[in-house]
């Protein structure tokens, strides 16, 4: 919904709760490109907070995944 209106920072938010039920429910590999498509939407939009956050996920993620 929110990307058919075009308002990325909501899209990226929904992403990230997203993952965080996939890394939840312990599907690790799943969440990752949610992460990653968050992380680039905040970058896109200047949202170095959300970056921050998006990274952290990524690296829980990848810690699970032994990466």
Sequence with gaps: MYREIGDRRRQADTLDSLGDARRMLGDHAGAEPLYRE????YRDIGNRLGQALALTDLSHTHRALDR
């Design 38 to 41: 968050e992380l680039d939407l």
